[in-house]
């Protein structure tokens, strides 16, 4: 596999995602039962007095509810324009583009780093970022990375090659609901959700991480 295709890709594929929504848009999502669930959870943990760094922030819909929660965030993200939209929406916010395998931040520097569906992107696995995660917090800082689940479920949803992707691609099916034919590039097979629960598990237990999954 060439890895650099794939990264370029999914940068790419973010760059258009985030091309077509908005800042507001996601906020909305932060009212949703399960992310206010997630968010108490979260709220348990996170220092009040320290910096937290959230590493792929995109249009940032976390850093500026835990920015309004009083909590010290710093967002990184390699799509600058995603960045200058949140920088729109709130000047104030600490933003940097970076790609999170080379944060520009010296060694601990953060007391807490959030990752919210990042990961599992990287064709290479997730363990350089996890490394640098770690570079980059103050000893007993804290990591939350949250990656999408491994069960038959998500692999089947998740996979391109299912009927119902198939079928989403179909030509006929296409122009049955009024949709235009996908472009060659569209047809390209999605990169993303490599999922990487296990892997993320499995490697920060290696490097005496204390590591826990679902269960804060
Ligand atoms: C699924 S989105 C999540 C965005 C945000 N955390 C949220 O919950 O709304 C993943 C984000 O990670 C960013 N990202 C992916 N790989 C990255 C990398 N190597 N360096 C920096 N940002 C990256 C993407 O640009 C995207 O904004």
Known sequence: MDLEAVNREVKREFEEEWAGTSVENLLITNQYPRAKEEFACFEKFLPKDDLILEAGCGLGPKLIYFTQKN???????????????????????????????????PESSFGAYLSYGVVEHFPQGPQQAILEAHRVLKSGGLIFMMVPADNPLSRFVYD??????????????RKLMGKPPLQPQEETQPISNYTVERKCVAFSRHRNFRSSTNNL
């Open 71 to 105: 909590y010290s965030m710093v967002g990184v993200d390699y799509v600058f324009s995603a960045l200058e939209r949140v920088h729109q929406y709130n000047p104030k916010l600490t933003l940097a583009q970076t790609d999170v395998h080379a944060l520009p931040f």
């Open 160 to 173: 391109e090659q299912n009927f119902l992707h198939k079928l989403r691609r179909n030509g006929l099916i």
